[in-house]
């Protein structure tokens, strides 16, 4: 590595922006197009664009989701792990749920019997060592009574306890001094008040043996984009949200929120060999285009997505894990045919430029220039600069005024409101001209 990769010249002195090893991994949910994207004729396409977005954990559901079942259908249920693996991610299999009381002894003695024959039925299959090495996620969203089950932190933590020392028994053997990748509680922490509990009772009250990753999830909002009245959505005592332009200055007003939870959830693993994984990002938290007038996959999308990675990054997560990858719903970045949103290209964009083992620093721009944010990676020589519009309208950004040493940068690529379903490519000069939200690189190679 050369001095100038080692030391960017963009990061100014007694500021916050310093320099760190990038050490988030990319990832996806896919959930409902699983076939599509394991056996459909459009898999390898699919499988493209997945690696273009730097994919290198999947999470994969038994039990709780449209999924084929693991006991009555395993070559379907292997076909969805194979194709996880052909991708060159690693699974996260998340074992939700099983059907109240929680806190039944016979339930839960069930419960860890499946999911113990599926950690077997894996070692079987692509062998122990390989295995070892997978992420085990133990339920999903505990503390949504809609999504699983409204538990009490003290029921979970027993289902999570007997879960989790039986995939350690399993597994152990074959660790070599790794720590399992055993977590949860990929808690709510959009709609739920006082998420963070479930991370610090988690990790204070668990064997950290038994503890390898903690899960969170986060989206900007759950309520409807248009008026609730013309979709029969029942607001449960909340107010009904701003429409049009004021939503989504509103959405992408929370994206510094992952930095905030992110860094939080750091503090309460300091000292421990725990990652800090927030399993599921979006903007609206709906699978109907009705309710979200598809702003999960359009150039703001692609604004949003990229932002709250820049946080993320900030913040000190580990993994990050877009709800969805594949899909025809409101979530998605790639159809079952293949073809990618505006957001998907963004995140192309993004994770082709700003790679795991990267050193970054993230400039901070001239005063009052809080609609751009921008990251810098380097390594090897290349450099590239990520630069993210979060508001709608025209802007230029003077590329010096982030960053002296991106003025070398041979190529501008962009997606933008004025793009299209593509990414431009133009000669740079000095400046990035956004037509509304967007993300682009300049980049020496």
Not at 38 to 46: A, F, K, Q, S
Request: with cysteine; aromatic share 10%.
């Amino acid at each position: 590595m050369t001095t100038r990769d080692a030391i960017p010249a963009g990061a100014r002195p007694g500021t916050p922006c310093g320099v760190q090893r990038m050490r988030l991994r990319y990832g996806f949910n896919e959930i409902e197009a699983w076939w599509s994207f394991c056996l459909g004729e459009h898999r390898d396409r699919i499988r493209k664009h997945l690696r273009r977005m730097g994919t290198s954990v999947i999470r994969i559901f038994v039990y709780g989701k449209p999924v084929p079942d693991p006991v009555t259908q395993w070559p379907m249920f292997a076909a969805y792990v194979q194709g996880v693996l052909d991708v060159g991610a690693v699974p996260m299999i998340t074992f939700a749920k099983f059907h109240p009381p929680h806190d039944d002894p016979r339930n839960i003695r069930t419960f860890v019997t499946r999911c113990t024959e599926i950690v077997w039925g894996c070692m079987e299959q692509w062998g122990a060592r390989a295995v070892s090495e997978w992420y085990w996620c133990v339920w999903n969203e505990p503390n949504n009574f809609i999504i699983g089950g409204g538990l009490t932190f003290e029921q979970y933590r027993r289902i999570y306890e007997e879960v989790a020392a039986a995939i350690l028994e399993l597994i152990g053997p074959h660790l070599r001094g790794a720590k399992a990748r055993i977590g949860g509680p990929a808690v709510d922490g959009t709609h739920q008040p006082f998420w963070m509990d479930w991370i610090a009772r988690l990790v204070s009250e668990v064997d950290d043996a038994m503890v390898g990753f903690v899960s969170w999830h986060r989206y900007g909002d759950w309520r409807p984009a248009v008026p609730s009245e013309t979709l029969g959505v029942e607001m449960h005592g909340a107010p009904q949200a701003p429409h049009g332009p004021a939503y989504e200055r509103l959405l992408m007003a929370q994206t510094p929120t992952y930095e905030a939870r992110a860094r939080g959830v750091s503090r309460l693993l300091v000292g421990r060999d725990i990652l800090n994984v927030c399993g599921e990002v979006n903007g609206i938290s709906h699978h109907d285009h009705r309710y979200t007038r598809r702003s999960n996959q359009s150039a703001f999308g692609a604004a949003y997505y990229a932002s709250a990675l820049i946080h993320l990054l900030r913040g000190g997560a580990d993994v990050e894990m877009r709800w969805t990858a594949t899909g025809d719903d409101a979530y998605a970045l790639l159809s079952r045919e293949g073809e990618p949103s505006v957001a998907c290209l963004g995140k192309e964009l993004f994770a082709g430029h700003v790679r795991y083992g990267d050193l970054v620093h993230f400039p901070c721009g001239p005063p009052g220039a809080l609609d751009v944010e921008a990251v810098v990676a380097c390594a090897d020589g290349r450099r590239s600069g990520v630069f993210v519009h979060t508001c709608p309208g025209p802007r230029t950004v003077v590329v010096s005024d982030w960053d002296e040493t991106l003025g070398d940068g041979q190529v501008l690529l962009r997606v933008d409101e004025s793009t299209g379903d593509r990414v431009v490519s133009e000669r740079f000069d000095g400046t990035v001209r956004f037509s509304g939200h967007g993300v682009a690189v300049v980049t020496t190679g």
